[in-house]
Nanobody, 127 residues
Framework: QVQLVESGGGLVQAGGSLRLSCTAP????????MAWFRQSPGKERECVAA????????WYAASVTGRFTISRDYVKNTVSLQMNRLKPEDTAVYFC????????????????????WGQGTQVTVSS
C-alpha cells in the first residue's frame, strides 16, 4: 500500500494563503502524474489542480485559476499546492493523489484516473 502524507491544512481568513504539501514514496513519485482534489459535504470530489509526471504540464479548475499553484519537487518527492486569495467556498477536505503512468506529459483530472490517495487535510476559510 502506497502512503501519501499530506500537511498544511488549517483555518484562515478570506483573502489569506495556505500551502499544502504531499510526500510520496520515491518509487511512486518518480513515475506518476499528481493532483490535488477537494471535497465538501454533500458534493462530489473534484480536481482543483493537476501536474504531469514531467512537471511540464499543469491544469487548474476554473474556480481556482490565478489563485492556486501546483508544483512538484523531485528531490523531496513532494507535490505542493500554494493557495492564495482564499475564499469561503474553498473550504473543503483536500486530497493529494497519484496516477501511475508511462506518459510523462499527460494530465489526469478524473477521480478514476488516480490509484493512490492521501488521507485528506481540512482547509477552512472564514468570511
Amino acid at each position: 500500500q502506497v502512503q501519501l502524507v499530506e500537511s498544511g491544512g488549517g483555518l484562515v481568513q478570506a483573502g489569506g494563503s495556505l500551502r499544502l504539501s504531499c510526500t510520496a514514496p520515491e518509487r511512486t513519485f518518480s513515475n506518476s502524474a499528481m493532483a490535488w482534489f477537494r471535497q465538501s459535504p454533500g458534493k462530489e470530489r473534484e480536481c482543483v489542480a493537476a501536474i504531469s509526471w514531467s512537471g511540464g504540464s499543469w491544469w487548474y479548475a476554473a474556480s481556482v485559476t490565478g489563485r492556486f499553484t501546483i508544483s512538484r519537487d523531485y528531490v523531496k518527492n513532494t507535490v505542493s499546492l500554494q493557495m492564495n486569495r482564499l475564499k469561503p467556498e474553498d473550504t473543503a477536505v483536500y486530497f493529494c493523489a497519484t496516477a501511475t503512468t508511462s506518459d510523462s506529459a499527460t494530465l489526469y483530472i478524473a477521480v478514476a484516473d488516480y490509484n493512490y490517495w492521501g488521507q485528506g487535510t481540512q482547509v477552512t476559510v472564514s468570511s
